[in-house]
């Protein structure tokens, strides 16, 4: 009897290490931490991108804004081709047939977004103040975008703790400086 026990211990050790090793082979095969740091990177000028959009006139120096246009302007351009590595262009009958491979067919929404913030980035100095408004608005909704389809890619579908799953308050700057209580005030010197 202790022999069968142990025989079937042994094979249900063995079959959680075959399934372990098939996760980390599948993982490994969509290069799932390649994509996590690429959507990052992809992240960090989208959102610096939102920010420059979403300043008020002067308070950053035109040389400064520009600087950090350029600067995303060169980045998005890279991030969208090496996104080329992982999210290949549908094909779709003849579209784009003349172009080399990579190129053919429609391009994925995940790295339209990152080419709506390469042209904002390219266009919004030259623009006038109603072109700059609208183009933080798409700016926004990039990013937004872009967010929620890399979460799909490489996000948790949940969270590894309840406290973290729970909903927020919101983040009202005015609200919590209101409840800052004033024995804080005399003591945060």
Known sequence: MWEFFAAVVSAFVALIGILVAWR???ESALR???VHSWSNDVIRN???????CQRPNGSLSPDAERAKLLDIFFETSVLAEQGRL???NEV??????????????????????VLVAHAIAGAFAGADD??????GCVAVDAARRFVSLAQKEVGRSR?????????????SLEML?????????????
């Open 32 to 34: 799932k931490e390649d």
């Open 159 to 171: 969270t590894a703790s309840a406290e973290t799953r729970k909903g927020g308050t919101g983040t």
């Open 46 to 52: 989208l959102q610096s991108l939102v920010l420059v």
């Open 92 to 113: 779709i009958g003849t579209y784009g047939k003349d172009k080399p491979e990579a190129y053919r067919g429609k391009r994925p929404e995940i790295l339209d977004q």
């Open 130 to 135: 109603a072109g700059r408004l609208r183009m």
């Open 24 to 26: 980390k082979a599948r």
């Open 177 to 189: 400086m209101q409840s800052v209580a004033l024995e804080r005030l005399d003591t945060a010197t």
């Open 86 to 88: 992982f999210f290949r």
